[in-house]
């Protein structure tokens, strides 16, 4: 049983990085075949995907979010980090990260989710 689990500060400041790390237990973030991905619902409004690394390293991003968004991971600790520069209020949302083998859609493992909110 795959388990993903967010953390990171639930409070930051206007034109600050927000900072999330995704730690995964029961399987590899290597194996291949799989991307992890980083998915965000705004109050009020669906869930967006925001980017993602692949089990081999590389990276894709939502284009509209890609100049502020950096995804990297942590083989040794089986973690994967979002990194959002330069947030605003509107980067208020709950942030979750997933698997799955397709991009962007079809996650069979999801984490609880932490709730982020962007204030000064």
């Known amino acids: 049983q795959v388990q993903l689990q967010e953390s990171g500060p639930g409070l930051v400041k206007p034109s600050q990085t927000l900072s999330l790390t995704c730690t995964v237990s029961?399987?590899?973030?290597?194996?291949?075949?799989?991307?992890w991905s980083w998915i965000r619902q705004p109050p009020g409004k669906g869930l967006e995907w925001m980017g993602a690394?692949?089990?081999?390293?590389?990276?894709y991003y939502k284009p509209s979010l890609e100049s502020r968004t950096s995804i990297s991971r942590d083989t040794s600790k089986n973690q994967f980090t979002l990194q959002l520069s330069s947030v605003t209020p509107e980067d208020t949302a709950v942030y979750y990260c997933?698997?799955?083998?397709?991009?962007?859609?079809?996650?069979?493992?999801r984490g609880q989710g932490t709730q982020v909110t962007v204030s000064s």
């Open positions: 997933a698997r799955s083998r397709v991009l962007r859609t079809d996650y069979d493992y």
């Open positions: 029961g399987g590899s973030i290597t194996t291949s075949y799989y991307y």
């Open positions: 690394i692949a089990s081999s390293g590389n990276t």
